[in-house]
């Protein structure tokens, strides 16, 4: 018992370190983001969650930093005011998942209860972590098409 009462405050030590690791990671790769970003001749903002936001042909679009170097994560959001067409979006969002089978939707209900949001997200594992930037327009491209075809299920 005295073991385990010794141990713990270095399992707490080293919670706390990890911890501080995955905010800096978070914070490299936002710094990564921003900067590649602005190299590329876009205005990147942050939004309140720390997302990078960034317009592309007039839509906006977000660089998801996790505390995982080597994840990159692209995101689109949409929005149906009209509560009632949930169960229509997430059988949108089946259906387009069942063609692009690494795309990721969430359909919410928005929680001031006034209609819904969809979450089209993009997730890639990278081997280095500067890779983002090979594949940034092939993803973008990618995730416009997911919103087309997501968006013709929808209208079916």
């Known amino acids: 018992m005295k073991r385990l009462l010794c141990m713990l405050p270095l399992v707490i030590a080293f919670l706390s370190v990890n911890a501080q690791s995955d905010d800096q990671i978070k914070q490299t790769l936002t710094n ?27 839509q906006n679009y977000y660089l998801r930093p996790t505390n995982d170097e080597k994840r990159f994560v692209l995101v689109r959001y949409l929005s149906d005011d009209d509560v009632n067409n949930f169960s229509k979006l997430v059988l949108a969002a089946n259906a387009t998942m069942a063609d692009w089978y690494y795309a990721r939707i969430y359909v919410v209900k928005k929680t001031n209860g006034e209609g819904c949001s969809v979450w089209l997200r993009i997730d ?24 087309d075809s997501f968006k013709g299920e929808y209208n079916k």
Do not use: A, C, M, W
Not at 32 to 57: A, C, R
């Open 32 to 58: 990564k983001y921003v900067s590649f970003l602005k190299e590329e001749g876009y205005s990147p903002t942050l939004d309140s969650d720390g997302d990078v936001k960034f317009k592309y042909e007039s």
């Open 124 to 147: 890639n594992s990278l081997v280095r972590t500067d890779d983002f930037k090979t594949l940034f327009y092939k993803e973008i491209r990618i995730l416009q098409n997911v919103v």
